[in-house]
């Protein structure tokens, strides 16, 4: 742990990674107002300043990057060891052969890492990972950690972690840059600046890290994926509820409604409803607030998706929460559960490798007559283009 003579001796940014000049005006902690609109495109401005990122080959051309709201990053060369807070951005920097260089998670219990195991090759120990929130998130143990790039939105650090602006520009100054934009819901009112869908993101993450092949490598097979699944899809899909267990055996939820956000990405691409949406639920996300079952009911949903975090089997699904339902007096009468559709909801927090799993495995729940147990995507694929071994 560095103490304070160490830190006033330390130089006020890293020799190789500094800010651009759209962060003079406050950029990292203002939250740039934008149109907040589903999919906006890159600007004008956005484009010009990342297109010396694109080559990999010249690791030691300085290069920038742009995303709201920490305006403009420049580096001189690619960063190392890296600390996102949530498990998207995670999932985003192992795709990107970066795992070697990962050091830290906000919370171990919701990145997927047990996901990678399917993968030949690929592979992160959670265990070894340090956890940031450890009864709260402080300041010291970015210090501690040393890290050459913080892969966290600035204003997610002071929203959701109580952090002080003064917090966010000491850590900022005197360790790494913050680079990031909160994506994975689009409820919290802070966020009054542009999203980026995942892999609006995962490109931004791939520019930082000058991993431009591996990032058109994903893109290209997540289409060709989604095309093939999308294209067996019945022409009816169903209203989904996709709830969070307040309790296991649950006798109340927490409502997620499907928006926009990177945590709903394999719902959108499944096609369904949103149940809750239609009827006026509000997001636990905005309210922290549970629905019970009686109200459950009066919505009574197609089917219930039942988000849970960490490595979930469909034997202990079926235990803890399916036989749950089926013998309770009031979840019972739902038509979800009498027409065995509650299926798994998957982890809140996705990237790319992520999302393929999640997607295969929703659409295996909603679709059993048409997907059963089949593989929605090939492994080896994802293990190579992770690995690097792949034609760009």
Same mark, same amino acid.
């Given at each position: 742990m560095a103490d304070d003579a160490t830190r006033r001796e330390r130089p006020t940014r890293r020799e190789y990674v500094? #800010?651009?000049?759209?962060? !003079?005006?406050? %950029?990292?902690?203002? /939250?740039?107002?934008?149109? =907040?609109?589903?999919?906006?495109?890159?600007?004008?401005?956005?484009?010009?300043?990342?297109?010396?990122?694109?080559?990999?080959?010249?690791?030691?051309?300085?290069?920038?990057?742009?995303?709201?709201?920490?305006?403009?990053?420049?580096?001189?060369?690619?960063?190392?060891?890296?600390?996102?807070?949530?498990?998207? #951005?995670?999932?985003?920097? !192992?795709?990107? %052969?970066?795992?070697? /260089?990962?050091?830290?998670? =906000?919370?171990?219990?919701?990145?997927?890492?047990?996901?990678?195991?399917?993968?030949?090759?690929?592979?992160?120990?959670?265990?070894?990972?340090?956890?940031?929130?450890?009864?709260?998130?402080?300041?010291?143990?970015?210090?501690?950690?040393?890290?050459?790039?913080?892969?966290?939105?600035?204003?997610?650090?002071?929203?959701?972690?109580?952090?002080?602006?003064?917090?966010?520009?000491?850590?900022?100054?005197?360790?790494?840059?913050?680079?990031?934009?909160t994506g994975f819901t689009r409820v919290y009112d802070w966020h009054d600046y542009r999203y980026y869908s995942m892999y609006e993101a995962f490109e931004k993450l791939a520019r930082v890290f000058r991993q431009r092949a591996r990032y058109e490598a994903f893109a290209r097979y997540h289409d060709e994926v989604l095309a093939d699944v999308r294209a067996r899809l019945p022409d009816e899909t169903p209203d989904v509820a996709v709830l969070y267990p307040a309790g296991v055996p649950p006798e109340s939820f927490y409502p997620y409604l499907i928006g926009g956000g990177t945590q709903s990405k394999h719902w959108n691409d499944l096609n369904v409803g949103d149940a809750l949406a239609e009827h006026g639920v509000t997001d636990a996300q905005a309210s922290g607030g549970t629905i019970d079952y009686e109200t459950l009911l009066e919505i009574d949903p197609d089917a219930l998706a039942i988000r849970l975090q960490g490595e979930i089997t469909p034997e202990y699904f079926e235990e803890a929460i399916v036989s749950h339902l089926r013998n309770h007096e009031v979840a019972g009468e739902l038509r979800a559960v009498r027409n065995d559709r509650v299926v798994y909801g998957g982890l809140t927090y996705q990237g790319p490798i992520i999302h393929l799993f999640q997607l295969e495995r929703a659409a295996r729940g909603l679709y059993p007559d048409e997907f059963g147990d089949e593989r929605l995507f090939d492994r080896q694929r994802v293990a190579d283009i992770v690995n690097g071994e792949f034609r760009a």
């Open positions: 500094k #800010y651009g000049g759209a962060l !003079v005006g406050g %950029g990292l902690l203002a /939250g740039c107002t934008g149109d =907040g609109g589903p999919e906006p495109s890159s600007t004008g401005t956005e484009a010009a300043t990342d297109a010396s990122a694109e080559s990999e080959t010249a690791t030691d051309t300085p290069y920038s990057v742009t995303m709201e709201p920490v305006g403009t990053v420049e580096f001189d060369r690619p960063p190392e060891t890296w600390v996102p807070y949530t498990g998207d #951005y995670a999932d985003m920097g !192992v795709a990107l %052969g970066q795992a070697d /260089g990962l050091l830290a998670i =906000g919370v171990r219990a919701r990145f997927g890492t047990h996901l990678y195991e399917e993968l030949p090759g690929v592979s992160v120990t959670k265990d070894d990972l340090t956890q940031l929130w450890q009864d709260g998130t402080g300041k010291e143990v970015f210090y501690e950690l040393d890290a050459d790039v913080h892969v966290v939105d600035p204003n997610f650090a002071v929203n959701r972690l109580g952090w002080s602006r003064d917090d966010v520009r000491e850590i900022d100054e005197n360790v790494a840059p913050f680079f990031g934009n």
